[in-house]
């Protein structure tokens, strides 16, 4: 079975500029999270998707981050526009219902100049 | 206060030692309780999950939950280079609007 697909694995972008990540959960998870792990910080929940329905977003910086996640399936978070502080390893997670074990992806690595 | 609390490390261990990882928690509704390993540039890999109190054993690993002293550990047996990665725990409450917290993780090295 496969895991939780995440793309672009690496991304350079220049300060201003928009960025977008995606991410295909494992089939038949109907909890989708995506995370932001700084550098030797363990990962923040940004927002929590159960379906289609964004149920916690409290921690997305909503001026710029959005996130979408059509037909409860595949999910994409965009940033625009990115500042340097964005810098991080954007992660996303799936997990078959709320509070069982959530299984990652490899991560977006982004480097905002 | 953060939620979730673990020494950072760096840990460095000989080839064969018995590993000792700890994180320790102010929210006594927390009830799920998990361990990640994570290899330098590599999403976090699900090692352990448990619910409520007690132990859990798989392989060489094992996981304990001490909800009275709101402490957790993950013990690693006859430890191998292998091992060598960062390791994060994570927990959460019982319920809807019940995120995960994580632990900023704990740096792991096994020496041959």
């Known amino acids: 079975e496969a895991g939780v697909v995440q793309s672009p694995r690496y991304k350079i972008i220049e300060k201003k500029q928009p960025v977008a990540f995606w991410c295909n959960p494992i089939?038949?998870?109907?909890?989708l999270y995506w995370y932001r792990q700084n550098l030797g910080q363990g990962p923040e929940l940004l927002i929590r998707?159960?379906?289609?329905?964004?149920?916690?977003d409290s921690q997305l910086p909503k001026d710029r981050f959005s996130a979408e996640r059509l037909k409860g399936v595949d999910s994409t978070l965009k940033i625009q526009p990115a500042e340097l502080g964005d810098s991080a390893v954007y992660l996303c997670a799936s997990s078959l219902v709320l509070n069982t074990e959530a299984f990652f992806g490899q991560g977006t690595r982004l480097t905002v100049v | 206060q953060k939620e979730v609390e673990q020494d950072p490390g760096p840990l460095s261990v000989p080839e064969g030692a018995i590993v000792s990882l700890n994180c320790t928690y102010s929210n006594s509704a927390f009830q799920y309780f998990m361990w990640y390993r994570q290899y330098s540039r590599k999403g976090p890999e699900l090692l352990m999950y448990?619910?409520?109190?007690g132990n859990k054993e798989d392989g060489r690993f094992t996981a304990q939950v001490d909800k009275s002293s709101k402490y957790i550990s993950l013990f690693i047996r006859d430890s191998q280079p292998s091992d060598s990665a960062t390791y994060l725990c994570a927990m959460s409450a019982m319920g809807t609007g019940n995120q995960f917290y994580f632990g900023t993780g704990t740096s792991l090295t096994v020496i041959p």
């Open positions: 998707y159960e379906n289609e329905e964004a149920v916690d």
């Open positions: 089939s038949g998870h109907n909890t």
């Open positions: 448990t619910y409520s109190s």
